[in-house]
């Protein structure tokens, strides 16, 4: 059973460089969600995809950021203009309808 | 505003030693409160989803019980492989994210 696969493990970056992230859910999972993390605290929700239709964003989702899932699979996540605040884990996980949401390991984001 | 506080913050255990972690939440309307482990450099690992007051779930040493206020993840004759941080979660009627606490920091000494 392959679990949510997530590209790269690690990422640094200087300060003011884009980065992208990616996001391979379980198959068959038509729900995909995304989570910023860091040290210390809980995930924090960032937005969510069901099939290829993002239909909640946070707050904090900036107009730096930008989450896409083209063809309802993959998910990739672009950080613009990187900033120091970026620095983070980012969680992705995906689910089935009414079922509980499964992460990946994650992309943890250095900037420099 | 919804919320969730999870405690104590940290908590060290011989093995052996029962003890259980908190979560309060205060929400608009709960559909579900979920517990994740999470080992370090790792994703939340699922453990156990609740839906209403007065459920309970069990898993090997682990037992989740929930009110209209908490829940409560019971660790019976821990082991040091038991050793993670615990997250605790709630998911709000009408949406789909998840709201974290921000976890307890378990360590089990043999």
């Known amino acids: 059973d392959t679990g949510v696969s997530q590209d790269p493990r690690h990422k640094i970056t200087k300060r003011g460089q884009n980065v992208t992230f990616r996001c391979d859910p379980i198959s068959e999972h038509n729900r995909l969600y995304w989570y910023r993390q860091t040290l210390g605290q809980g995930p924090e929700f960032l937005t969510y995809f069901q099939n290829e239709a993002q239909l909640e964003k946070s707050r904090l989702l900036s107009d730096r950021f930008s989450a896409e899932r083209p063809k309802g699979s993959f998910s990739t996540l672009e950080i613009q203009r990187t900033e120091q605040g970026d620095s983070a884990m980012y969680l992705c996980?995906?689910?089935?309808?009414?079922?509980?949401?499964?992460f990946g390991d994650g992309t943890r984001l250095s900037i420099l | 505003e919804d919320q969730v506080t999870q405690s104590p913050e940290a908590l060290r255990l011989q093995e052996g030693e029962s003890s259980s972690l908190n979560c309060s939440y205060t929400?608009?309307?709960?559909?579900?409160l979920f517990w994740y482990r999470q080992d370090p450099g790792k994703g939340p690992e699922f453990l156990f989803t609740l839906y209403s007051a007065g459920e309970e779930k069990e898993k090997e040493r682990l037992k989740a019980t929930l009110t209209k206020k908490e829940s409560f993840l019971h660790i019976t004759a821990p082991k040091p492989e038991d050793s993670a941080t615990y997250l605790c979660a709630v998911q709000i009627q009408g949406a789909q994210k998840l709201v974290f606490g921000q976890g307890t920091r378990l360590t089990i000494n043999p």
């Open positions: 996980a995906s689910s089935l309808p009414n079922q509980p949401q499964h």
């Open positions: 929400v608009s309307g709960l559909r579900g």
